[in-house]
């Protein structure tokens, strides 16, 4: 009985902006490796000296 993949199953990084833990999603399927941030508002706040 092969098993289910759960939500859990799927990658996360930490946002190098925020700290906190963020879950892969479907818009990231082709960037995840590039992906440093939670949220466009924390990639914008990390451009900014
Ligand atoms: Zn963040």
């Not at 833990?21 to 992906?35: H, I, N």
């Amino acid at each position: 009985m092969p098993k289910q993949r759960k939500k859990s199953d799927l990658p996360t990084k930490t946002c190098a902006c925020c700290g906190l833990p963020f879950t892969w999603r479907k818009k990231w399927e082709k960037v995840w490796d590039e992906v440093k941030y939670c949220s466009d508002r924390c990639r914008r706040a990390k451009a900014k000296p």
